[in-house]
């Protein structure tokens, strides 16, 4: 029996487990389903196969798509003659994924040190913030540590490889 059937409780279980992390990071829990069986499959996967597979809707699998093609985590595909689009998983999404929290992180830091800069040097909330803005600074330091380990990694697999040039006739 192959490994990655649609009952396969291993397979359902990381799916499942994959939505409830990406649900936990706030967004929507379908989409993490999602994520969940483009990386357990591997497979380039069509529009109406994500639907009928996770058994949602075929709106949810709109919404939750187009979440990740703008998070950079999934890639869109057509094929020669067929009518429906088809998704993998973008090249390298943990990098993207690591790179996105680098940038909200950068973000919160800035916000920070603009109210440090409006504060009088004696404000009690001074030492705090300073605090607050060391820990967003090692947290954006930690992240550089992964993004550096993943681009020197030779083993680590990141991504999808590209369709075969015959069933892919558009990348979006």
Same mark, same amino acid.
Not at 109 to 121: F, G, H, S, V, Y
């Given at each position: 029996?192959?490994?990655?059937?649609?009952?396969?409780?291993?397979?359902?279980?990381?799916i499942e487990k994959?939505?409830?992390?990406?649900?936990?990071?706030?967004?929507?829990?379908?989409?993490?389903?999602?994520?969940?069986?483009?990386?357990?499959?591997?497979?380039?996967?069509?529009?109406?196969?994500?639907?009928?597979?996770?058994?949602?809707?075929?709106?949810?699998?709109?919404?939750?798509?187009?979440?990740?093609?703008?998070?950079?985590?999934?890639k869109r595909l057509?094929?020669?003659?067929?009518?429906?689009? &088809?998704?993998?998983?973008?090249?390298?999404?943990? =990098?993207?994924? #690591?790179?996105?929290?680098?940038?909200?992180?950068? /973000? $919160?830091q800035n916000d920070?040190?603009?109210?440090?800069?409006?504060?009088?040097?004696?404000?009690?909330?001074?030492?705090?913030?300073?605090?607050?803005?060391? &820990?967003?600074?090692?947290?954006?330091?930690?992240? =550089?540590?992964? #993004?550096?380990?993943?681009?020197?990694?030779?083993? /680590? $697999?990141?991504?999808?490889?590209?369709?075969?040039?015959?069933?892919?006739?558009?990348?979006?």
């Amino acid at each position: 029996m192959p490994d990655n059937l649609p009952f396969d409780p291993v397979r359902a279980d990381f799916i499942e487990k994959t939505g409830l992390v990406t649900q936990a990071e706030g967004l929507p829990r379908i989409a993490g389903r999602v994520f969940g069986m483009l990386i357990y499959d591997g497979d380039v996967v069509s529009f109406g196969d994500l639907a009928t597979k996770l058994q949602v809707s075929r709106a949810s699998i709109s919404t939750s798509i187009r979440i990740l093609e703008e998070r950079g985590l999934v890639k869109r595909l057509t094929k020669l003659g067929e009518r429906q689009d &088809f998704f993998q998983l973008a090249p390298n999404p943990y =990098a993207t994924m #690591l790179e996105g929290i680098q940038n909200r992180n950068r /973000a $919160i830091q800035n916000d920070i040190a603009e109210t440090i800069a409006r504060l009088p040097d004696d404000t009690d909330a001074l030492d705090r913030l300073m605090a607050h803005a060391n &820990f967003y600074a090692s947290l954006d330091a930690a992240v =550089a540590v992964a #993004l550096s380990e993943l681009d020197t990694s030779k083993n /680590a $697999i990141t991504g999808q490889p590209p369709a075969s040039p015959k069933d892919q006739t558009n990348d979006n």
